[in-house]
């Protein structure tokens, strides 16, 4: 028989219910009493969600209050100094300081938040862990043993998932005096608390643990593989069946590595690296349990069911009971509920399948090789062939005139008229900025009212022109709020935007929409990524009217902004009959339109946001060139348009950037700003070591926390940035956009950030 599981579920909730809870808790409105009954609720209808789908081995350990790389950190006692809890015992408290910072606190005290980066080449972020060469790990946390006794109180069948030692410590920074120090011999002191939380769990009447490595999927460098061996060699001992999760990418060398590591089951990713199969059948021992990843965890559409049985089918013939059925991967990169969307088009919503029916493909997947001949199977098989057909002939999808367009693209509309060095002499003179000129990324507050004055615009209870002139007034106070801060380049704050995707997305043909499709991006922070479901254009302008009013509020220089291709793609659900390269280049081409009437009406700044460049790169680097190819390229075709006096902005979010240094160069943007304050600018390094040309506005304030740094710090990350880069090609800038915070922490936070600026031109002078 064999069996249906999940590799895990959406922790937000079908409303985003963990969301306002942990918003509420921060803002004293819930207590932690009243946050705790949140989460219990959330999971148990989570669990009993997946079981009636027809999941058969529930995942727990899934559920995280802010980051799921976070909690095992606690759970192992990784807990940076400056938030050891004076009791010993890490509290929902410390796990929050950790994630957010804290100005003060009784607990910590005031304390920056740790580094947050990307996972793997997803838009969900981690908390990254934080260790020392004297580290020592100890068992501290309670949650996945809790959470165990919940699903068994509960009736449930259940699998834990716990990130494997080696991923944990692959994804892990050393701080402090670690020179010399490799962190891979933290290792042999790591493996004792796996023992002590197996053990735990076996005592709980836990019979299959979850364990997993995807850095499995990565390029290794020996000694991480020979760990591999060495770590589950020991692991073995200790007691429950171990399944080991792979994802996000294929094995490849890795293979014969993963499929003989002495453990009991394997999971392999059959989405992104269908190859895999059928050759892994020849190198898995006989005794092994075999998990097909064969639900797309990470896109909406609906599975084709019959092209996944026919895989599964050869596979059972093979495994019989040792074959399993699962998503590609945990479906916390998928939205909840695909049965909310009773406004979505008929035809668009038959495509698409959420977490919840992912779950029901999963099932009637393995109940098909099970009871080949159940009514409920056949009904499923014919339902998935008319899905397939149906957007196989749609004239929605293909658009000859968008695809005529990009056929006509020649290799010079994606080159800058000048050289770098000769714009910014021309940009310089025109523009007049000071040295060290400061800016923000694009978006102030979203308030209440705002976001009540969108709401009622949408549904009609507010007209077209109450709407602009609510909008309006927005950015008035923005404006104004600005000049008497001081700020040298000013933006209008982005209040009738609702998403930095959605946007520009609800403006172009080929995109479709959810109202409920939200997936979580880091802690409270949920996005609702746009549906690419056809060939993409744009009919009109889509930002011109805005900026042009902002501008004609100030004499002072205001820029525009738009997301750039590369980010529109990765942060939306990409179409899978058409590659991505096409889509991106498609979209750059409707930006491109945008970028030209942006500098016809007058504005000097075009900020094109590609905070997700780093993300799309391939896992491994075979891959890299040709997705940098066609990454920076479509950058350029978006960008070039222009005169050499128009000044073309990008940012970069969290990213590790030494690997793309010179693909970022090659986008040929005037300015990149980038955030860097949590790494204490380390991030620069980068920039500092290929001698990148082009001029840099490194963030000075972590803009994910609450705290308000004072003058003196931004000043000293700034010295730092000078010590790497020269100071006439420096800005100043907060991190990111500014749309999740207060106004009041807004404006005290760029009270400093102007003063540390006209500190350093005084210290420059």
């Given at each position: ?468 002139d609510a909008m309006h007034s927005e950015i008035r106070h923005a404006v104004e709020i600005q ?159 222009v005169r050499d006096e128009t000044q073309i902005h990008t940012h970069m979010c969290y990213s ?43 963030g000075v304030y972590d803009i994910h926390s609450p705290r308000v740094p004072d003058t003196a ?53």
């Open positions: 028989m064999a069996l249906a599981h999940s590799l895990g579920f959406p922790r937000i909730g079908r409303d985003r219910e963990l969301k306002k809870a942990q918003e509420a808790f921060w803002k004293g409105e819930l207590d932690e009493a009243g946050l705790r009954a949140v989460g219990r609720e959330l999971r148990a209808r989570h669990w009993q969600v997946q079981k009636d789908a027809g999941i058969e081995l529930l995942p727990v350990g899934d559920f995280a209050w802010y980051d799921g790389v976070l909690a095992h950190s606690l759970t192992f006692g990784v807990i940076p100094e400056r938030f050891r809890p004076a009791g010993g015992k890490p509290t929902l408290q410390t796990l929050f300081a950790m994630a957010r910072g804290v100005s003060s606190d009784a607990c910590c005290g005031g304390a920056h938040a740790q580094e947050m980066t990307k996972w793997f080449d997803t838009n969900y972020h981690y908390l990254v862990p934080e260790f020392t060469a004297d580290q020592q790990f100890a068992l501290s946390w309670e949650q996945l043993f809790e959470e165990v006794a919940e699903a068994h109180a509960l009736g449930h069948n259940v699998k834990p998932v716990v990130i494997g030692p080696l991923t944990y410590l692959w994804l892990g920074k050393l701080k402090g005096d670690a020179q010399g120090f490799d962190k891979l011999e933290l290792l042999e002191r790591l493996l004792p608390l796996y023992g002590q939380i197996f053990q735990r769990l076996a005592e709980q009447g836990v019979e299959w643990v979850q364990i997993d490595e995807p850095i499995l999927v990565l390029d290794l460098p020996q000694d991480w593989k020979n760990a591999f061996e060495r770590a589950y060699n020991l692991l073995q001992r200790e007691p429950l069946k171990k399944l080991i999760a792979t994802y996000f990418g294929g094995l490849e060398d890795n293979l014969g590595l993963a499929a003989n590591l002495p453990v009991d089951g394997l999971h392999i990713d059959l989405v992104r690296a269908p190859e895999q199969y059928p050759t892994i059948l020849d190198r898995l021992p006989a005794y092994k349990v075999l998990s097909l990843g064969v639900v797309n965890g990470r896109n909406v559409w609906r599975c084709d069911l019959e092209k996944a049985l026919a895989v599964i089918g050869h596979a059972h013939s093979r495994l019989g009971e040792r074959l399993w059925i699962a998503p590609s991967c945990s479906l916390l990169h998928s939205p909840v509920d695909l049965a909310l969307e009773e406004g979505l088009d008929a035809e668009l919503k038959s495509w698409l399948a959420f977490a919840t029916q992912k779950c029901a493909e999963v099932a009637v997947l393995a109940r098909a090789v099970n009871q080949p001949d159940a009514p409920e199977v056949h009904k499923a098989l014919a339902e998935s062939r008319a899905v397939q057909a149906s957007r196989a002939a749609s004239p929605r999808i293909h658009k000859p005139q968008v695809q005529a367009r990009l056929a006509a693209v020649k290799a010079g509309d994606s080159q800058r008229r000048s050289p770098f060095a000769q714009r910014i002499a021309k940009q310089r003179i025109g523009l007049a900025l000071p040295p060290f000129p400061t800016t923000t990324i694009g978006s102030f507050p979203q308030t209440s009212a705002i976001r009540l004055a969108r709401q009622a615009f949408k549904q009609g209870k507010l007209s077209l022109g109450d709407y602009t000049e008497r801060l001081g700020l040298d380049v000013l933006v209008h704050g982005e209040a009738e935007r609702n998403d930095m995707v959605e946007y520009f997305a609800e403006q172009l043909d080929g995109y479709l929409f959810t109202r409920f499709g939200w997936v979580q991006s880091y802690g409270s922070r949920c996005v609702k990524p746009a549906i690419i479901y056809g060939d993409l254009s744009r009919p009109k302008a889509m930002t011109v009217e805005w900026i042009r009013y902002a501008q004609s509020l100030t004499g002072k220089v205001m820029k525009g902004m738009l997301t750039g291709p590369v980010t529109m793609l990765m942060w939306s659900f990409p179409r899978e009959d058409v590659s991505r390269q096409v889509q991106a280049r498609q979209l750059a081409l409707a930006l491109r339109d945008e970028v030209v009437d942006l500098e016809a009406a007058g504005i000097k700044v075009i900020q094109i946001d590609e905070a997700a460049f780093r993300e799309g790169l391939p896992l491994r680097q075979a891959g890299w060139q040709a997705y940098l190819d066609w990454a920076t390229e479509a950058f350029r075709l978006c960008a070039s348009g590790e950037f030494n690997d793309v240094i010179e693909s970022i160069a090659a986008m040929d943007a005037d300015v990149i700003t980038i955030e860097t304050s949590r790494s204490d600018m380390e991030l620069l390094d980068a920039f500092e070591a290929f001698e990148y040309p082009n001029e840099i506005g490194p710090e931004m000043v000293k990350l700034m010295r730092k940035a000078v010590r790497r880069i020269p100071a006439e090609r420096l800005w100043v800038n907060p991190d990111c956009g500014l749309k999740t915070r207060g106004w009041a922490e807004t404006e005290a936070a760029l009270i400093n950030m102007v003063a540390a600026a006209r500190q350093l031109r005084r210290e420059l002078a």
